[in-house]
Nanobody
């Protein structure tokens, strides 16, 4: 199970930190963990991911503004979001890929959280 928190409403230029806590398995043992988002009327897109080797990948639209990290002791994934823009408004989901697949391909992921809403005005 994955549970996200930390979403909310902020003004453009503001910051938010999303958290995702896993239960039932260790995030550090999965092949990939990541954050995805979906805005109304748009497809779900990758935001940032961490592979099992620790390498990170970011969408071009968030590079330099968002930072993905994990705390293995807390079994928690984070997404620090700075310099938020209205186009960042979306439902944000964390996900874990246990089997094979591509870290930035949402359909390859096995487990999903319920999502947390981020609104930037």
């Amino acid at each position: 199970q994955l549970v996200e928190s930390g979403g909310g409403s902020v003004q453009a230029g503001g910051s938010l930190t999303l958290s995702c806590t896993a239960s039932g398995y260790r995030l550090s043992s999965t092949n990939c963990v990541g954050w995805f988002r979906q805005a109304p009327g748009k497809e779900r897109e990758g935001v940032a991911t961490i592979a099992i080797d620790g390498s990170t990948t970011y969408a071009d639209s968030v590079k330099g503004r968002f930072t993905i990290s994990s705390d293995n002791a807390k079994n928690t994934l984070y997404l620090q979001m700075n310099s938020l823009k209205p186009e960042d408004t979306a439902m944000y989901y964390c996900a874990a890929l246990v089997g094979g697949g591509s870290c930035f391909t949402s359909r390859d992921y096995d487990y999903w959280g319920q999502g947390t809403q981020v609104t930037v005005s």
